[in-house]
């Protein structure tokens, strides 16, 4: 069985995190181990779960000098000598110098999930040899494509692996699902355009739409709290800001439409978890990822410019589907789920790759 040391820069609990969980939660195909910052909800999770944490990264590196980043590559090294793993697994590709480090030292393959589009062009800025970066994973065929547009990532092999999903029971009283709520998950930053939101949203008032906008999640203060005023202004808006939600299953079961408005994704994890809890998505058809999926089942609505007004549209759509149509849509969506994000032919996709990666001279 390969043995696994996955390297995770952050510990909070968003959509990558997320799909870590659901990667390492079955040890069948592979022995994994998690280094990560110490002290995160993700700790908590992976403990819950029986997976060995070694908790010696350290959060928020791309904000730090050479000295901290020094200080998180010894971290590494000392969970390679403590777990002597086969592989060593980025679930970020941005972790990649902090690894090589070690990998060099102990003689060890990389391999990496390419979770943001940005992972793409600083993985082709630092030119990997093909030697050490032995695989990439691409999380959609959007993801796919940015890889090939870079001739110095063409020597490593990619494969094409979407998150697997394992939809958990509903923990506690199920929410009461509520016919005119909006919810919108994500670190609240520029380019998940949660200010695009609240413009469409003004814009349903000022039609006569009532509708409750949920927005979950955090990012930077500044921003989140010019956004918080601009809801909160003489025109308030009926927008509720509830911060970093642990459980988002839960949130997405009380609502009948998803907004992700974000300008571009890799996938889109909480498309697959609205489906599963049977929310239609709502998404921009330049979005990447997110767009390709929700294309590709059928299971949502798709807006063609980022403009408040379309947006506007699309929501207002999604709120009034006919039960038949929304029931349609849901359908599609959870069987898009069950072809492509099984979780053991993900898991198995990714325990092959491992291998290979260890096998390759």
């Not at 590196?61 to 086969?86: I, N, S, T, Y």
């Amino acid at each position: 069985m390969t043995r696994v040391l996955v390297i995770e820069g952050s510990g909070n609990l968003w959509g990558s995190e997320r799909a870590l969980i659901d990667l390492v939660r079955d040890p069948s195909s592979c022995e994994f181990a998690v280094c990560c910052p110490p002290d995160t909800p993700l700790v908590r999770e992976l403990e819950a779960l029986g997976v060995r944490v070694l908790p010696y990264f350290i959060a928020g590196l791309h904000k730090m000098g050479r000295w901290r980043r020094a200080q998180a590559a010894v971290g590494v090294l000392r969970a390679c000598l403590e777990f002597r793993p086969d592989v060593v697994h980025l679930n970020h590709g941005g972790a990649y110098m902090t690894a090589l480090p070690a990998t060099v030292l102990l003689g060890l393959p990389i391999t990496a999930h390419i979770r943001l589009f940005e992972e793409v062009a600083y993985l082709a800025a630092r030119r990997p040899k093909a030697a050490r970066l032995r695989g990439l994973v691409a999380i959609s065929h959007a993801v796919e494509a940015e890889i090939g547009r870079h001739p110095q990532l063409s020597g490593i092999d990619v494969s094409l692996i979407y998150d697997g999903y394992s939809q958990n029971p509903p923990t506690g009283r199920a929410p009461r699902r509520r016919a005119r709520r909006i919810v919108c998950a994500g670190r609240v930053e520029p380019m998940k355009r949660q200010d695009l939101l609240l413009e469409a949203v003004g814009l349903l008032r000022d039609e006569g739409v009532e509708v409750e906008c949920l927005i979950a999640g955090d990012g930077d203060p500044e921003f989140v709290d010019r956004l918080k005023r601009r809801s909160a202004g003489k025109d308030a808006m009926a927008v509720d800001w509830l911060g970093f939600v642990s459980d988002m299953p839960n949130l997405l079961r009380s609502t009948d439409v998803l907004a992700f408005p974000s300008e571009r994704e890799t996938l889109g994890r909480v498309i697959l978890e609205a489906w599963a809890a049977g929310a239609v998505p709502v998404v921009y058809a330049g979005s990447g990822g997110a767009a390709e999926i929700v294309l590709g089942a059928t299971g949502g609505l798709v807006y063609d410019v980022q403009t408040p007004a379309a947006l506007a549209a699309a929501l207002k759509l999604a709120l009034e589907l006919p039960p038949p149509a929304r029931k349609r849509m849901l359908e599609n969506g959870q069987a898009w789920l069950g072809a492509n994000c099984s979780q053991t032919a993900s898991l198995e996709a990714f325990s092959r790759l491992a291998a290979q990666a260890c096998r390759r001279a």
